[in-house]
């Protein structure tokens, strides 16, 4: 299983990202999937997850101004960021939870990473 993000690049304060993350390989179902980001010198903290009915929960720091949606059919997460600010610029990551057998249990998988940097 692999997760493949993309979207990630440099944008001047106020700008909009969208960030994409794919599944792919052998794989049963897909459960939650959820954007992290770990910022140079700090620990990775969770931005926004998904579960696989469409609840979605997020960080305070990104309420109101990131969306997270997911397409079941494509197994894909997808995080729309809006006004965004400098203290946004950090390594995004992509987790899923994912079953690859029925008789399997779910592991966590995690993308590569996407690099955001927010210009002031």
């Known amino acids: 299983v692999q997760l493949v993000e993309s979207g990630g690049g440099l944008v001047q304060a106020g700008g909009s990202l969208r960030l994409s993350c794919a599944a792919s390989?052998?794989?049963?179902?897909?459960?939650?999937m959820g954007w992290y980001r770990q910022a140079p010198g700090k620990q990775r903290e969770l931005v926004a997850t998904i579960t696989s009915g469409g609840i979605t929960n997020y960080a305070d720091a990104v309420k109101g101004r990131f969306t997270i949606s997911r397409d079941n059919a494509k197994n894909t997460v997808y995080l729309q960021m809006n006004s965004l600010k400098p203290e946004d610029t950090a390594v995004y990551y992509c987790?899923?939870?994912?079953?690859?057998?029925?008789?399997?249990?779910?592991?966590?998988?995690w993308g590569q990473g996407t690099q955001v940097t927010v210009s002031s």
């Open positions: 390989g052998t794989i049963f179902s897909v459960n939650g």
């Open positions: 987790a899923a939870g994912i079953v690859r057998y029925p008789s399997e249990y779910e592991y966590d998988y």
